[in-house]
């Protein structure tokens, strides 16, 4: 199953800032930065929240182009999509990720392994 | 009268990238940053909707610490804080804006001239 990705070139602005714009979704995004394009599976997130919120949240960031989410068997790996934003918005994926470095006030990816859909 | 505005410290990343995500607000930061500084009276922002709806955007964007607004006589002066953001947030709202110039659906600041209150 592919869960559906928007192109490079459908990613904006606006929705890319406001989807960053939540705390729980910057804790994931800070968390796959410094996993280096490393796919991550979902389940590492599951600190963040229940697994519908969570399933939420990850859906935000898919849909509006941040991050890749791919079908692996049962699991659900997740990685950002630094070169697409990176091509479309010069640097600011960098400053965000710069300032969510520095934020004590982010919920923190601890490392809960059970499954989750997403 | 003042308006309250958070100070510098109290200025948070989530909130930050929530009220730019959105295409008026990113249309009046892109706006507010190509006059460098020099405080915009707030009618110059009619153009991008009715006085309520530009009143709410306005106030959006002073209660996350983006804008300063001052009242000078019956006028509202907006301007960009972009040394707080500067400081809080490096290169952040340097490659909002970048990214803002170049899009070409985000709406056009004009030159309506009718005095506002926000």
């Known amino acids: ?3 559906p990705h928007p192109n490079a070139d459908q990613i904006t602005l606006p929705i890319v800032l406001a989807v960053l714009g939540d705390p729980t979704r ?3 995004v800070r ?3 410094s996993k280096e394009g490393v796919p991550m599976n979902c389940s590492k997130f599951l600190d963040l929240g229940s697994k519908t919120n969570l399933s939420y949240h990850l859906a935000k ?3 509006a182009g941040v ?3 791919e079908a692996v068997g049962t699991n659900r790996m997740i990685t950002l999509r630094r070169d697409d934003l990176d091509r479309r ?3 600011l994926l960098d400053s965000v990720i710069a ?3 520095d934020d004590k006030a ?3 990816v601890g490392a809960a392994e059970i499954e989750i859909g997403a």
Chains 1, 2 share one sequence.
Do not use: N, V
């Open 61 to 63: 960031l898919r849909e």
């Open 26 to 28: 910057l804790a994931i």
């Open 89 to 91: 918005f010069p640097g």
């Open 67 to 69: 991050t890749r989410t």
């Open 99 to 101: 300032a969510a470095g």
């Open 1 to 3: 199953m592919t869960l």
């Open 106 to 108: 982010l919920p923190m």
């Open 31 to 33: 968390f796959l930065a």
